[in-house]
């Protein structure tokens, strides 16, 4: 399926990833989540994607990234979005493209 679009939330991370599907490829653009209002929906801290690219079937990615890290913490957080990233391509190979 062609142009589907996927939003995920990772609370733990910090960051709403936007995922798209064209083909075999799923490009991402995550940005960073600020805050969460009290209905549990994210404020972003910026419209501005602090990672994106795309990752193909076979798990090879291409991505830009912001590249500022406060710490160790916030190298773990992009650490989880990749993480996120590959686990959710896994899931568009075996739902969409098998």
């Excluded at 957080?77 to 568009?92: G, P």
Aim: glycine share 6%; charged share 25%; aromatic share 16%.
């Amino acid at each position: 399926m062609n142009n589907e679009l996927i939003i995920k939330t990772n609370r733990e991370a910090w960051f709403q990833t936007v995922y798209r599907i064209e083909g075999l490829y799923t490009y991402f653009e995550a940005y960073k989540v600020e805050s969460f209002t009290n209905d549990g929906i994210p404020n972003l801290e910026s419209k501005t994607p602090y990672i994106k690219g795309f990752i193909k079937w076979d798990g090879c990615m291409e991505f830009e990234q912001k590249s500022h890290y406060c710490g160790l913490y916030h190298a773990k957080q992009t650490l989880m979005l990749m993480e996120e990233i590959h686990e959710t391509n896994d899931w568009v190979n075996e739902t969409y493209r098998n």
